[in-house]
């Protein structure tokens, strides 16, 4: 997996780790991007990585652009000998999946789907050949999700499905993006989940909501005082299926100041996971849970 060098303008570096996501190029990207930061090297002003790239922007008048590059190359060559180990965490993001308000929202924007016919989660459960929606919710949540980047829209986790590579879900965006998505929304697009961090404009196919705030630039969120961004590239997400009483204790627990989502520390070892995926995932459960 060799990394394919950009210069974009006079001050960026853009470093594409590999034309498709999977988690050997996140794990490479995270690696060069990290690298980067402990290198500390002079001109460097800031480092943005993503899914299976990343962006280092530079002042040319205190590194010239080749000497940038061959910095970069060189911790690609040390990257590629680290082992795919990191410190992380797992946790458990409630979901209320067909809910109201995504629902009301995805009625209003059915002329820009490709299924005018068919709710969002209607459609996924087609397009993956599930038997019904429920089989599909069951799917979404059953495994858990890599936290590849935290970005785009503040806060905005994109996680990618820790399954075999023919058991990912798929499903394309609308046809055309809708104007408005609720809040902390559950959203679905290509290979990724994500949680709409603040409502707005979006065109992810929208499956459910959470209760759980993941963005509070107020920073008066118990669990987000330290950081106004829950998410960490890294992170594993474990979605729990919750029905309209659980959301609505859920959201009161937010508001009273009470809620805790559950949280634990995990090394994640790349290797280990690929030799047995479904073992693995069972060992990450456990330990959320505290086994």
């Known amino acids: 997996m060799e990394a394919r060098y950009t210069f974009g303008g006079d001050e960026h570096l853009f470093v594409e780790c590999s034309e498709e996501m999977s988690l050997e190029a996140f794990f490479k990207s995270l690696s060069m991007s990290r690298g980067v930061r402990e290198a500390g090297i002079k001109g460097v002003t800031e480092i943005c990585p993503a899914n299976a790239s990343m962006q280092v922007k530079f002042n040319p008048d205190i590194i010239k652009p080749n000497d940038i590059l061959a910095e970069v190359k060189a911790i690609e060559t040390a990257a590629e000998k680290t082992e795919p180990v990191i410190d992380t965490r797992i946790v458990e993001i409630p979901v209320f999946y067909n809910d109201p308000w995504t629902h009301e929202t995805l009625m209003r924007f059915r002329e820009r789907h490709q299924d005018p016919n068919a709710t969002d989660l209607e459609y996924a ?119 309209r009483a659980a959301y609505d204790q859920a959201v009161a627990d937010v508001e009273a100041g009470r809620f805790t989502p559950p949280i634990s520390k995990v090394r994640f070892d790349l290797h280990e996971f690929q030799s047995d995926i479904g073992g693995y995932n069972l060992k990450l459960e456990g330990m959320l849970n505290g086994n």
Request: hydrophobic share 40%.
């Open 125 to 243: 459960a087609r397009i993956n050949n599930f038997a019904s929606v429920d089989a599909f919710i069951g799917a979404h949540s059953e495994s858990p999700w890599f936290v590849s980047m935290v970005g785009f829209v503040s806060g905005l986790p994109f996680m990618y499905q820790m399954v075999e590579r023919q058991r990912q879900i798929q499903v394309p965006k609308y046809l055309r993006p809708r104007t408005d998505t609720p809040k902390l929304a559950v959203g679905y697009g290509g290979c990724f989940s994500c949680i709409y961090s603040v409502r707005g404009a979006g065109g992810y196919q929208m499956f459910g909501i959470t209760p759980m705030p993941i963005f509070d630039p107020t920073q008066t969120t118990s669990y987000l005082r330290d950081f106004m961004v829950f998410f960490n590239p890294g992170d594993i997400v474990k979605f729990k299926p919750i029905d």
